[in-house]
C-alpha cells in the first residue's frame, strides 16, 4: 500500500489532522507545523487569536527597546502606535509613500503581518515612516499587508477563505453578534484590537450558503505513526496554547516539538527546527518528549530583512 509524507503549515495543519482522522493507515510521516485548533466554537477562536497577536506586539515592543536595529528604539513605542492608531481611526493618518490615507484596520494589517517572519526591522521602519512623515525606502503599506495578498498569484494560491466557511460554524449573523464577539476580542488584545486575519475570516462567513462540511470538533486519530507538531511558544497566527490543545487530543499519537521563540510556522526557522524536521521525515526519528529549539534572532538585525516578497504576502494560515 502507497503511504503519504506529509508537511502541512499552518492551516494545512487542519488537512493533516483531517486527513489523520480518515486515513491513518495511509501515512508514513506526518509534520504538523503551526497547529490549529479546530475544537473552538467560534468566540475563542476570536479570542484566542486576539490573544496571540497581542502577545506578538508584546514580543516587538521587548525587542524594539532593547535593539539599535529597530528605527523607534529609544522612543515610547508603544505610545507612538497608539498615537499612529489614533490618526488611522480619525481618518489623517496618511502613508508618506504614496499620499494614501491609512484606516485603522489597514495599519494593523501591515503591523500583524510583520508578526509572522517576524519582519520587526521592517516593523520599526514603518512606524517611523507613519510617525515621522519621511518615506525613506520604504514601500507603500498597501502592498506590504496582507491585505494586498489578493492581488498575486501567491496570495490566492494561499487564500483560505474559500475553504474556511467549510471548516468553522460561525453563528454570527448580525452586526450586533459580531460586535459581542469583537469585544471580546478588545479585552483579550487592548492593544492589537483583534486578529485581523481571524476577524476578516469569520466575517466573510456571514451568509454563507453551504454547508459546513467539517465543522470544529475534538480530533479522534487512531492507528497512525507518531505525527510530529512543530509550534513556536510566540506565534502570532497559530499559537501555542492551540498546539498544546491540539496535542492533548491526539495524546500519544504524536510529538510536539516547541520552538522557544517569535514568529509563524517553524520547520525552516533554524537549523534545529530542519534538522528535527529532516531526521523525522527520512528515518521517522522522533525527537525526545518535550524537546525544544532555541530561539533564533538572526533574523532580528536587518541583514537577513530582504523586504517583502509575494510570498511573504501569502503567509496568514498559509
Known amino acids: 500500500m502507497e503511504k503519504i509524507n506529509w508537511y ?14 480518515l486515513f491513518p493507515h495511509r501515512i508514513r510521516s506526518m509534520i504538523n ?29 521587548q525587542w524594539c527597546a532593547q535593539s539599535t536595529n529597530c528605527a523607534v528604539h529609544g522612543q515610547n513605542v508603544e505610545a507612538v502606535f497608539a498615537q499612529l492608531l489614533r490618526k488611522a481611526q480619525a481618518g489623517v493618518l ?16 501591515a503591523t500583524q503581518f510583520r508578526f509572522s517572519r517576524p519582519r520587526w526591522v521592517e516593523l520599526g521602519q514603518l512606524l517611523s515612516s507613519l510617525n515621522s512623515g519621511d518615506a525613506g525606502a520604504g514601500q507603500p503599506i498597501r502592498r506590504t499587508s496582507r491585505a494586498g495578498a489578493a492581488n498575486t498569484p501567491a496570495g490566492l494560491v494561499a487564500d483560505v477563505r474559500p475553504h474556511f466557511c467549510q471548516d468553522w460554524a460561525v453563528p454570527y449573523q448580525t452586526f450586533d453578534e459580531l460586535s459581542r464577539a469583537y469585544k471580546l476580542s478588545l ?24 454547508l459546513v462540511n467539517n465543522p470544529q470538533h475534538k480530533l479522534h486519530v487512531t492507528h ?7 509550534n513556536g511558544i510566540h506565534d502570532p497566527q497559530t499559537g501555542y496554547s492551540w498546539a498544546l490543545n491540539a496535542k492533548a487530543q491526539l495524546g500519544g499519537a504524536a510529538s510536539l516539538l516547541t520552538y522557544l521563540g517569535s514568529g509563524h510556522v517553524v520547520y ?48 496568514g494560515w498559509n
Not at 497547529?35 to 487569536?49: P, T
Not at 508618506?96 to 494593523?108: F, H, I, N
Not at 486578529?195 to 476578516?200: C, F, I, P
Open 224 to 230: 497512525t505513526p507518531t505525527i510530529l507538531m512543530m
Open 8 to 21: 502541512g503549515a499552518s492551516y494545512g495543519s487542519l488537512t493533516g489532522q483531517m486527513y489523520a482522522e
Open 268 to 315: 525552516r526557522r533554524t537549523s534545529c527546527t530542519q534538522a528535527a524536521g529532516d531526521r523525522y521525515l527520512m528515518d521517522l526519528a522522533v525527537p525526545a518528549t518535550g524537546a525544544t529549539c532555541p530561539a533564533d534572532d538572526s533574523t532580528l538585525t536587518g541583514a537577513d530583512d530582504l523586504g517583502t516578497t509575494s510570498n511573504d504576502l501569502a503567509r
Open 94 to 109: 496618511v502613508d508618506p509613500s504614496d499620499g494614501t490615507l491609512v484606516d485603522e484596520w489597514l495599519l494593523l494589517d
Open 33 to 61: 507545523d503551526g497547529n490549529m485548533d479546530h475544537s473552538l466554537d467560534a468566540n475563542r477562536f476570536l479570542l484566542s487569536e486576539a490573544g496571540f497577536v497581542e502577545d506578538s506586539y508584546q514580543q516587538f515592543l
Open 187 to 210: 479585552d483579550a488584545a487592548p492593544r492589537m484590537r483583534a486578529s485581523v486575519t481571524a476577524l476578516s475570516a469569520v466575517t466573510q462567513c456571514f451568509g454563507w450558503p453551504g
